[in-house]
């Protein structure tokens, strides 16, 4: 090997299979993976790996958002072509790897990490010799290439929407909605801070993602000063208000009593209550004596006003955006805050349903 790149490594095994990690430059991922290097890929493994584009700014503005504070995990990459390990003296796990220039470099996992760091080292030079790490595998003529795609991906398990917002200090509302569920005893109880889908017998009734989504939904874009104080105010009265939720805390029913035979935990009652949520909010209203109201709405699963609006022909709960529409056009109508003209189309839609 006449021109070869030397990467300082630590050896590893895994499968009786000698693998590399390296410390590698950002600036040098340009040049160890350029645009084109789906060329040496068989057709059918293009066609799984294909970059979504959309996904290369929103990873970019992460990085220089985040300037002092971004983190990655390693990419993945084979080597298809000439190379040797010389190992350091004092440990044979250590040395360095040479590459022959000649070689192709194939990434496994991580393009989309690879491609936003490049566009983000265009808008910030200083990048570029800040180190991110790769994993070399050995592969001549990327005979396991797609073996390694699928073996690297298939057991992963993406992280559910709730832990993100447990743990993300980034997100204004996340820290927000975990904060305000944390100072209401009665939702830090029932509150699942991990999963974004509960069991039958799940010991929680509500997961975090419910609120944050719901709280965007309150906020909308009408961002300000008092978000926090408002949320923590607005769900305190629905907490004390909702008659159910009051009798489960009073031990009057059950949690499978409330799950099997009212609607008032389920998670698009939630969303409705942020579209509800969000005209106190927007106009500025005390939602105190509104929201009062709201023990006298019957939650019951077989209640009339639920049939198509929370409840589907077959007895499953309806969980979609125009549900939530009309779950808030009641809680609206019985606590007496007026309706919106696409409320109001809405509820003329569905007496047309029922009626045919």
Not at 64 to 80: E, G, P, Q
Not at 116 to 140: G, H, M, Q
Not at 247 to 274: C, M, P, W
Request: proline share 3%; net charge neutral.
């Amino acid at each position: 090997m006449d021109f070869v790149y030397r990467f300082p490594v630590v050896k590893g095994i895994q499968a009786e299979t000698e693998y590399y990690i390296a410390m590698v430059p950002l600036k040098m991922l340009s040049k160890l993976f350029p645009i084109d290097d789906e060329e040496f890929v068989l057709p059918e493994y293009r066609a799984q790996r294909k970059l979504n584009e959309v996904r290369i700014p929103i990873i970019s503005k992460y990085i220089l958002d985040n300037r002092d504070s971004y983190v990655f995990s390693a990419l993945a990459a084979s080597i298809d072509g000439n190379y040797r390990f010389e190992p350091s003296k004092k440990n044979a796990d250590t040395g360095v790897l040479e590459v022959s220039m000649d070689a192709h470099f194939l990434i496994n996992d991580g393009q989309h990490r690879k491609s936003a760091i490049l566009a983000a080292i265009k808008e910030d030079p200083s990048l570029e010799n800040e180190t991110i790490s790769i994993v070399f595998y050995a592969d001549r003529g990327l005979l396991r290439s797609q073996q390694i795609f699928t073996d690297l991906n298939k057991n992963a398990v993406k992280t559910s929407n709730s832990i993100s917002e447990l743990y993300d200090s980034r997100d204004e509302m996340a820290v927000i909605t975990r904060n305000v569920i944390w100072r209401i005893d009665f939702l830090n109880t029932y509150t699942d801070k991990e999963k974004d889908n509960l069991g039958k017998y799940s010991s929680s009734l509500f997961t975090l993602n419910t609120f944050y989504t719901a709280n965007k939904s309150i906020v909308g874009r009408n961002q300000g000063d008092g978000i926090k104080e408002f949320l923590l105010k607005y769900w305190s009265l629905v907490v004390k208000n909702m008659k159910q939720w009051q009798e489960l805390l009073s031990h009057e029913i059950t949690k499978v009593d409330l799950r099997e035979n009212y609607i008032a935990t389920q998670s698009i009652v939630i969303q409705a209550f942020g579209r509800v949520g969000n005209y106190f909010y927007s106009q500025q209203i005390e939602p105190e004596e509104y929201i009062a109201k709201v023990e006298k709405i019957n939650w019951n699963r077989n209640a009339k006003q639920w049939y198509m609006r929370a409840v589907a022909k077959n007895g499953r709960i309806i969980t979609n955006k125009k549900a939530a529409m009309l779950i808030a056009n009641v809680i609206k109508v019985e606590i007496g805050i007026p309706l919106t003209e696409e409320e109001k189309c809405a509820e003329e839609v569905l007496t047309k349903t029922i009626s045919e």
